[in-house]
């Protein structure tokens, strides 16, 4: 990131919205020193500050940058498929102005150098925030915890294992029970290894694929499993990925019952269906597995309910060498970094969510959730600010993916919103122009 | 050498796509003429004289992933009795062992222009992939799990034969479901032809949503049977499973083999069929595979027969035919 200070910025004439505040108001946005100095109807009526830029956004919307707390990026190990800094290009095009990196690389991040190696890296080549997620467990094997405080004080802001379910549940207990002391958050993959043996969603659709399935029952099982050891442990859960409409119930009974977990669903799991993946597209693989329909909508009336509190891109670069193959072995994951806000805002142009709500899933709730200093646009906040044209129409076209990787579910997908600036600390680091 | 005007089917319309890569997405219409197509094939493989030269000057490509005898000699034969020039290539062995994935081997061979592919390979799907890369008509040999569309022809094909029709017949489906391309071909042909399709086997050898997928489900082997048309005896595909689906062979043959009490349950006129290759005394009683109502040994035959219908039907899309 850069050192100097940026000059001060007005956007001005926006649609300005900040979840945090349950702000949605025509006004401006005024930047300086790489903060917020006021935002919304009253920061209309102030002066600019002296020398400052100003925009006009002609109505569109200015609102806190995306927060993503679930990324994969290919740096330590895998360059070739995304780097730190195609990840943030990729982000910056997308709204997204915080990236929280998954430990799955080579080396995996479970160990403190590893994090401030991530830190560092960011530092010198990013142009959005990026916070290192640490492994929960020693090389993700599930077995040995790492060293939470050590890594939390490293500058890890959450602990995972990966797309890894712990499997042995007197681990996972301890782990829950150790990063209580330190109120580390536990991040888990809810998917029973050997239940989750198949490759897509079990059912009538695997069956005539000759594909094995992945039954529901695998989430569920791991999430009810889950939900009983943070009430032994008391811990600090959040469930990254569910996509069953009875893991939705489990957690909605689980905050009922006052533990403290939240829940995670990927933009893909919002958007897309089982029957996407047509003639054995690959693109469409991922773990957990696309679900049917129902669980789809399911997902979007837990979201809106609030039982579902964060919405990622599970954002996973894979190259053709890895993606190229037979259904059964290429591999899970989908890029979703540039197409998280505008594959969201479907449900916002479908009326299936209010803005404000869809919005706080991506920028306060996770930053909250984390305890980043993110995701509002409140006075003093880091100027973390995108401006988006709600209904500006656009394809995707794969030779303009920024990323990396070219492995989009939404390859040639029509959309209606498009991210025009985006503001990191102050900083325009994207703008479509 | 039979000249190609006295053997061009007038009355069969043309094959209007481009691969074979399943049962599914073809019209009944479709199925019916590949049938009557494999009758003729019938008539020409019985002739001393078998050659045609449909496919003379065109070069087909047998590329096996998994071993397979009976199938890539059947498509050999039939290429060959069409005048093409067949190449096999057991790619397992090979290429494979060394990283080369599929999509490779698929640009390599597009690289010696060949005008027909016929792929076999252990993973779903892995065909289909395969026909998006390659210039030429691709023919699925059977692609994991999920079809086999040349065995369900010729299951039809002989079939027919014998009982003049397909609409109406019952036929039970006895076995492996879970993992066999032959039953998910054959239930979606079967179907499409207006049969009644019943499927027989344990509950952890049936797919999920099996009672939506079109057939009738028995648990019970002499309950399935009852006054079927046609056996179809599915292999007990042992080296599929990962898992512990069945207790023991003894157990399985006990309660889902074909024995002549069970076929007893049947039509008197009952077929018995089996894809092969067969597990004598595991699946099937080695006298009901060999005896009077057994079609296994013609099921061959019309293999090749059907597998010269669909390589003459698919020469249609090949660039200059005539």
Same mark, same amino acid.
């Given at each position: 990131m850069a050192v100097d200070t940026p000059k001060p910025l007005v956007l001005s004439n926006a649609r300005v919205i900040d979840p945090a505040r349950k702000l949605d108001a025509p006004g401006s946005v005024i930047i300086a020193d790489g903060t917020i100095l006021a935002a919304g109807p009253e920061a209309a009526n102030q002066g600019s500050p002296y020398g400052a830029d100003i925009i006009?956004?002609?109505g569109a919307i200015a609102c806190p940058g995306l927060v993503d707390m679930c990324v994969s990026v290919g740096e330590p190990g895998a360059e070739h498929r995304e780097t730190l800094a195609s990840a943030s290009d990729a982000a910056a095009a997308g709204g997204v102005t915080t990236i929280c990196t998954m430990p799955e690389t080579d080396p995996i991040i479970d160990d403190p150098a590893l994090v401030d190696f991530i830190l560092r890296r960011a530092r010198d080549t990013a142009t959005v925030h990026v916070h290192p997620l640490a492994a929960l467990t020693k090389g993700l094997r599930g077995e040995e915890m790492t060293e939470i405080g050590l890594l939390k004080e490293a500058g890890a802001v959450a602990f995972t294992n990966g797309h890894k379910s712990v499997r042995n549940a007197q681990v996972m207990r301890r782990m829950l029970t150790y990063a209580r002391d330190f109120d580390a958050l536990v991040i888990h993959h809810t998917e029973d290894p050997d239940l989750a043996g198949g490759v897509m969603n079990a059912g009538l659709n695997a069956s005539w694929k000759g594909l094995s399935g992945v039954p529901r029952e695998a989430e569920i099982i791991m999430i009810e499993r889950d939900l009983r050891l943070v009430g032994m442990s008391k811990g600090k859960y959040h469930a990254n990925l569910i996509s069953t409409s009875d893991s939705a119930d489990a957690v909605r009974a689980g905050k009922k019952r006052g533990l403290d977990i939240t829940a995670g669903v990927s933009i893909n799991h919002l958007t897309t269906n089982e029957n996407d993946i047509g003639p054995y597209r690959t693109f469409f693989k991922m773990s957990p597995p696309l679900r049917d329909e129902d669980d789809r909508q399911a997902m979007i009336s837990a979201l809106a309910d609030g039982t579902i509190d964060i919405i990622v891109s599970n954002h996973d670069p894979q190259d053709v060498e890895t993606k190229r193959h037979p259904w059964a072995e290429a591999e899970d994951g989908a890029i979703g970094l540039e197409t998280l806000l505008a594959a969201a805002l479907r449900l916002y142009h479908g009326e299936q969510i209010d803005l404000v709500r869809l919005l706080a899933a991506m920028t306060c709730n996770p930053a909250s959730r984390l305890g980043l200093d993110a995701g509002t646009l409140a006075s003093g906040a880091p100027a973390d600010v995108i401006v988006f044209d709600p209904d500006r129409p656009w394809i995707l076209e794969k030779s303009a993916i920024?990323?990396?990787?070219?492995?989009?579910?939404?390859?040639?997908a029509r959309f209606s919103g498009r991210v025009l600036r985006t503001v990191v600390a102050g900083k325009t680091v994207f703008d479509r122009g | 050498m039979i000249s190609m005007s006295d053997t061009a089917p007038h009355r069969i319309s043309p094959?209007?796509?481009?691969?074979?890569?399943?049962?599914?997405?073809?019209q009944p219409q479709d199925i019916l003429g590949l049938l009557d197509r494999a009758e003729e094939a019938v008539e020409v493989s019985r002739q001393v004289e078998k050659r045609k030269s449909v496919l003379s000057g065109r070069t087909q490509i047998n590329l096996f992933f998994e071993a397979s005898t009976r199938t890539q000699s059947s498509f050999e034969l039939a290429g060959k009795r069409l005048g093409a020039d067949v190449m096999n290539m057991a790619v397992s062995q090979s290429s494979v062992k060394k990283g080369e994935t599929l999509i490779d081997t698929a640009a390599t061979l597009n690289a010696m222009h060949p005008d027909l592919l016929v792929v076999r390979h252990h993973a779903a799907g892995a065909v289909h992939l395969l026909a998006r890369k390659v210039g030429c008509s691709v023919v699925n040999a059977g692609d994991g799990p999920h079809e086999h569309p040349t065995q369900a022809l010729l299951d039809a094909l002989t079939i027919r034969r014998h009982k003049g029709k397909i609409a109406r017949l019952t036929v039970a489906i006895c076995g492996d479901?879970?993992?066999s391309r032959v039953a998910r071909s054959n239930i979606i042909l079967l179907n499409a032809l207006g049969a009644r399709v019943r499927v027989i086997a344990p509950s952890t050898l049936l797919p999920g949503g099996i009672d939506k997928m079109g057939v009738e489900v028995f648990r019970d082997m002499r309950e399935g049977l009852r006054d079927a048309d046609i056996v179809m005896m599915l292999r007990l595909q042992r080296e599929r499973?990962? $898992?512990?689906?069945?207790?023991?062979v003894r157990e399985y043959y006990r309660y889902y083999g074909l024995d002549q009490e069970k076929l007893g349950y049947a039509r008197d006129d009952a077929l018995v069929m089996h894809p092969g290759p067969m597990n004598r005394g595991v699946e099937i009683d080695p006298a009901i595979a060999d $005896?009077?109502?057994?079609l296994i040994r013609e099921q061959v035959e019309m293999g090749v027969a059907v597998r010269m219908a669909v390589l003459e039907a698919l020469a249609a899309h090949l660039p200059n035919h005539h």
């Open positions: 006009d956004c002609a920024k990323s990396r990787s070219k492995n989009s579910p939404f390859e040639d | 094959f209007p796509h481009r691969h074979l890569l399943g049962i599914e997405g073809l479901i879970a993992h499973m990962n $898992g512990a689906f069945i207790p023991s $005896g009077p109502q057994s």
